[in-house]
Every structure is written in structure tokens, then in C-alpha cells.
């Protein structure tokens, strides 16, 4: 699975793009969008392998909500909360599997029940070991912006420039993970839509995600539901962004994601397939 996930790494340069799909499966009672709709193991199966069915490239598991004020948990709550999950994906799921965590606890044994794949929020920042872990596990992971933490980052959060900042923060993050021995083809980076930024911070940066390529890695990019979809359509909840959501991850993608990170995976899959004709000309044969 690991491997898997390195190819889809390599070669973006070199050969026609095609945008993978992360589907989110939140193990969590308090998400944002989606709490304790697959806190049980079994229902998390069952939306797994749906997500599976419409499409998606890979799926992502948080045992941990990240929402605008949440609270952490510990290690090992966390790990009581994924742990029997990643059990029962690991023998169903044919798609390689990511955990979303800061912990290196959790990110270790969720890679020995098939994890490919580590989403880390802080971007190495929120455990020192994390990244001694990620280097001898030897899988990929998601280094994401984030300005303070999950409790507080939406406090009127500021930037002189927030693109400058952001890629200021990628440069640091990207030496520190190579100084720590994680290889650069295991390294994708996420802007954070969401994290510590206003609504006009995350439409800046949907608009010029373009600029991270020059870091030469692959993008990952995450408006699926976010508040700043609801505050541009007047103050539509969560479960009904789902137009909102597909202009987004359209914008994403015309700018230059490489994973798009989305609840709805059949309606995201078809609008994916559509940006990708637009952005690359795949799907199309030329007269």
C-alpha cells in the first residue's frame, strides 16, 4: 500500500496528471461535519467501502476532530477510537488508507494495521518523535499550514501576507523533514484551507495555489464543507455545501492540486473527472 502511494507521488512532471481522491472518514462524536456518524466500527466499514465503490483513491481516518475550537484527546483514546476500525478496513478495503494524526503513537500503529499514508496537521510540529516514526516507517505524509492550534486558530487569525507566509512555513517544514532523514518523494503539502485563516485568506489561497509548485511537490487541497462555503452562501450548514464545495475543489484543481481531501465522494469523483479534462485534457482524444 505503502508503494502505492509513492508512485502516485512520482511523475508529476513527466506524464498527464490525474487529481486523486481522499475520502474522509471521521471516527470522531464531535467533527464538524460528520460526528459520530461512523464512530462505530462497523458503520465506518460500511461508509468506507461506499466511499470505495464511488471512487475514491484513498481514504483518510481521524480519530481526532480538528474543528474550529475542539479540544485534543490523548494518544491513547485516539488510538482506542481508529485502531478497531483500521482492523476491520484493512481485511475490505482494496484502496490504500491514511490516518489523520499529529501523534507518533498513532501514527505507528496505524501503519502496523496497514496505514499508507500519515495526514499530520502540524506538519511535524505536534510530537517530536513524529518524525524520527515517519522515517523509519518509511510512508508518505501530508505536511498542512496551520496557524495556532485547532482550539484557537480561528481567533482572528492574521497575516502580513498570507501566501508569503504560508510558503515560508512550507520551506522551514520541508528542510526540517529532510534534515530528519524523510526522503522529499514522501512529502506532500496542504495550504491548510481552513486552519487558522479567514475566509478571504482561504479564497487567496485557493486562487493562487498555483505558487506552492514552485516547491515541486504534490498539493493537497481540502475545502470539503468549510465554514468559509457557508459564510460565501449564506449560512448554509454543513451537509449543504455540497454545490459549494464542487466550485472549490474545481478552483483546487485548475490551480494545481494533486489530491483533493472531500466528504462526497461520488459527486466530487465526476467533478474531479470534468477539472481534470479542463486542467490536463485527460479523457479527451484530440480530433
Known amino acids: 500500500m505503502a508503494e502505492q502511494i509513492r508512485l502516485g507521488l512520482q511523475g508529476f512532471a513527466r506524464v498527464p496528471r490525474r487529481t486523486r481522491v481522499m475520502g474522509i472518514l471521521n471516527v470522531t462524536p464531535d467533527s464538524f461535519s460528520d460526528g459520530g456518524k461512523a464512530f462505530d466500527p462497523f458503520k465506518a466499514l460500511d461508509q468506507a467501502l461506499q466511499?470505495?465503490?464511488?471512487g475514491a483513491?484513498?481514504?483518510?481516518?481521524?480519530?481526532?476532530?480538528?474543528?474550529?475550537?475542539a479540544r485534543g484527546v490523548s494518544a491513547e483514546?485516539?488510538?482506542?477510537?481508529?485502531?478497531?476500525?483500521?482492523?476491520?478496513?484493512?481485511?475490505?478495503?482494496?484502496?490504500?488508507?491514511?490516518?489523520?494524526?499529529?501523534?507518533?503513537?498513532v501514527a505507528r500503529r496505524a501503519v502496523g494495521q496497514g496505514v499508507s499514508l500519515v495526514n499530520d496537521i502540524s506538519a511535524l510540529q505536534g510530537d517530536p518523535r513524529m518524525a524520527e516514526t515517519l522515517k523509519r516507517l518509511g510512508v508518505p505524509v501530508v505536511l498542512m499550514h496551520m496557524k495556532g492550534r485547532p482550539r484557537t486558530m480561528q481567533r482572528a487569525p492574521r497575516y502580513?501576507?498570507?501566501?508569503?507566509?504560508?510558503?515560508?512555513?512550507?520551506?522551514?517544514?520541508?528542510?526540517?523533514?529532510?534534515?530528519?532523514?524523510?526522503?522529499?518523494k514522501n512529502l506532500i503539502l496542504d495550504p491548510g484551507f481552513g486552519f487558522g485563516k479567514t475566509p478571504w485568506h482561504n479564497i487567496e489561497l485557493t486562487r493562487r495555489l498555483w505558487e506552492f509548485k514552485i516547491l515541486g511537490l504534490p498539493l493537497m487541497f481540502a475545502p470539503s464543507r468549510k465554514?468559509?462555503?457557508?459564510?460565501?452562501?449564506?449560512?448554509?450548514?454543513?451537509?449543504?455545501?455540497?454545490?459549494?464545495?464542487?466550485?472549490?475543489?474545481?478552483?483546487?484543481?485548475?490551480a494545481g492540486a494533486d489530491f483533493v481531501r472531500v466528504h462526497d465522494v461520488q459527486s466530487m469523483v465526476r467533478v474531479v473527472k470534468i477539472a481534470d479534462a479542463i486542467r490536463n485534457d485527460r479523457g479527451l482524444t484530440r480530433p
Open 51 to 54: 466511499m470505495q465503490a464511488e
Open 227 to 254: 465554514a468559509t462555503l457557508g459564510v460565501l452562501t449564506g449560512g448554509l450548514p454543513p451537509d449543504e455545501r455540497l454545490e459549494s464545495t464542487a466550485a472549490a475543489v474545481t478552483a483546487g484543481i485548475l
Open 77 to 105: 483514546e485516539e488510538i482506542k477510537r481508529v485502531i478497531p476500525v483500521l482492523r476491520l478496513l484493512s481485511k475490505k478495503i482494496k484502496i490504500p488508507l491514511s490516518i489523520d494524526t499529529t501523534k507518533a503513537k
Open 57 to 69: 483513491d484513498l481514504i483518510d481516518i481521524g480519530g481526532e476532530s480538528t474543528r474550529p475550537g
Open 160 to 184: 502580513g501576507e498570507v501566501i508569503t507566509e504560508i510558503m515560508t512555513f512550507f520551506r522551514f517544514r520541508v528542510r526540517f523533514a529532510l534534515e530528519k532523514g524523510i526522503p522529499l
